[in-house]
């Protein structure tokens, strides 16, 4: 094999170093022996999409803030869940109902596997390039408690709202205040309009509305929400298997 290091110099100096990676492995494989050089080329340029998406992938996780950032679909028995359709699974691992701006509801009383799989399900979204980030559900009203009190809640809603796919654990309005009541809407209105949710409960998102009084909220939940999501339900127990 001989790789001309003046090419791969070349590129490190015009900053093009997936082109360079894509060189040597081009002649580092007897696979493209027999291809023209229309296709050498695609497949290096195939090489170099695919690095920049992996790459792209790497530096979303960092900043997801995923409890379980090695999660994957894949690990769950979903035999001991007939409650979870493995068609419904396989359509929302195409990510298309992000591109669609609906949502994800995994109810259950398990914490640990539902967020588990919503985990799961986020590093798919990641792996396609979507934006993603996690919050406790607590923590997303506890911050957007502190960014009004800062005078920073309107660059701080409008930083949520490009993301992609937002996770949301534990919900709970039980316990929220009044304001709170007016800071989640704030979060959901542009939301449920140009991005996706991916909620994890003990109960559905029409079962929480009985525990408030705030028309705004409750209509956005139920037409925004809850009409535009796919719901998954946990039992107790569920088997995940680490490798």
């Known amino acids: 094999m001989y790789i001309n290091k003046a090419i791969t110099k070349r590129c490190q100096s015009m900053r093009m170093k997936p082109f360079a990676r894509a060189y040597v492995r081009l002649l580092s494989s007897d696979e493209f022996d027999d291809l023209s050089f229309d296709e050498r080329l695609i497949s290096m340029l195939d090489f170099m999409q695919e690095n920049r998406l992996l790459q792209k992938s790497e530096q979303i996780k960092r900043t997801a803030n995923l409890p379980y950032p090695c999660s994957d679909v894949s690990d769950f028995d979903l035999n001991k869940q007939p409650g979870i359709k493995l068609s419904v699974l396989n359509n929302l691992m195409t990510c298309s109902w992000i591109k669609r701006a609906h949502h994800v509801v995994i109810i259950g009383s398990t914490e640990k ?3 588990e799989l919503a985990c799961g399900i986020a590093n798919q ?3 396609k390039g ?4 996690f919050f406790e559900f607590k923590q997303l009203i506890f911050e957007l408690r502190i960014a009004q009190q800062k005078k920073t809640l309107t660059s701080f809603i409008k930083k949520l709202s490009k993301i992609e796919l937002l996770i949301l654990s534990d919900w709970d309005l039980s316990y929220l205040e009044l304001i709170d009541f007016y800071l989640l809407f704030s979060v959901l209105e542009s939301r449920v ?3 996706s949710l991916l909620i994890t409960s003990t109960e559905s ?7 408030i009084d705030d028309p705004l909220l409750t209509n956005c939940l139920t037409v925004g929400v809850e009409d535009k ?3 998954l339900r946990f039992k107790d127990v569920i088997n995940v298997a680490h490798h």
């Open 113 to 115: 596997g539902k967020n």
């Open 125 to 127: 979204a990641i792996n």
């Open 130 to 133: 979507h934006s993603v980030t």
């Open 193 to 195: 309009v140009s991005g």
């Open 205 to 211: 998102i029409s079962e929480g509305l009985n525990q």
């Open 229 to 231: 999501s796919h719901t």
